[in-house]
C-alpha cells in the first residue's frame, strides 16, 4: 500500500495544502501562546488556569508530532529520506490519548480563541492519524480483521479452482 499511495499523497496538492494548513497553524499557536494567551493564562479564575496550562501543554505536544510527520513526509518525497525508514514504528502518528474536546470547555472561562486553536488542532491530528494509518498500514494488521479473513478464505478456495464452473460440474457428475 505504501508504494501505491506516497507518491500520490506527496506529490499531490493535497500533500502540499495539509503541509501548508500545518505549519500554519504550528505558527499562529505558537504566536497565541506566547503572546495574547500567556496574557490572559494570568488571569484566568483558577479551574480554568489549570485546564489552560495541561491543554496549552498537549496542544503543543500533538502540533509537534503533527509538524514532525508533515516534515517526514516532504523528506520521504524529497529523497531525503527512504520510504523503507519512513515505515519505522517510531514515525508513525496514532491517537492514543483522548482528544481535547473544546466545545465542552466553552463558556468555563477558557479564552475562545485559545479554544479554537484546540478545535483547530485536534482536527489536524485526527486527519494526519488517518493519513498515516491510510499510508502505512502494515499487512498483517490488514489481515487480522474477521473480514480479511474471509477475504483470504475466498482467495484462496479460488486458487484451488472452486470457484471454477467446470471443476465444479465435472465434481458433481
Not at 61 to 83: E, H, K, P, T, Y
Not at 125 to 135: K, P, S, T
Amino acid at each position: 500500500m505504501l508504494d501505491e499511495m506516497q507518491p500520490d499523497f506527496t506529490s499531490g496538492r493535497v500533500f502540499d495544502k495539509v503541509f501548508a494548513e500545518g505549519m500554519a497553524l504550528v505558527e499562529r499557536t505558537a504566536s497565541y501562546l506566547d503572546g495574547p494567551g500567556r496574557e490572559m493564562s494570568r488571569k484566568l479564575p483558577r479551574e480554568a488556569g489549570l485546564t489552560y496550562a495541561a491543554w496549552s501543554m498537549e496542544l503543543t505536544a500533538r502540533l509537534m508530532q503533527a509538524a514532525s510527520w508533515l516534515v517526514m513526509q516532504r523528506a520521504v518525497r524529497d529523497g531525503d529520506m527512504s520510504r523503507e525508514d519512513a515505515l519505522s514504528p517510531k514515525y508513525r502518528l496514532r491517537r492514543e490519548a483522548p482528544a481535547l474536546e473544546a466545545s465542552e470547555q466553552r463558556g468555563l472561562g477558557l479564552p475562545d480563541a485559545f479554544l479554537d486553536l484546540v478545535e483547530n488542532s485536534e482536527a489536524l491530528y485526527n486527519r494526519i492519524c488517518r493519513l498515516d494509518e491510510a499510508i502505512y498500514q502494515s499487512g498483517t494488521e490488514a489481515h487480522e480483521g474477521p473480514v480479511n479473513r474471509q477475504i483470504e478464505a475466498l482467495k484462496a478456495a479460488a486458487q484451488q479452482g472452486a470457484f471454477d464452473p467446470m471443476k465444479i460440474w465435472s465434481g458433481t457428475r
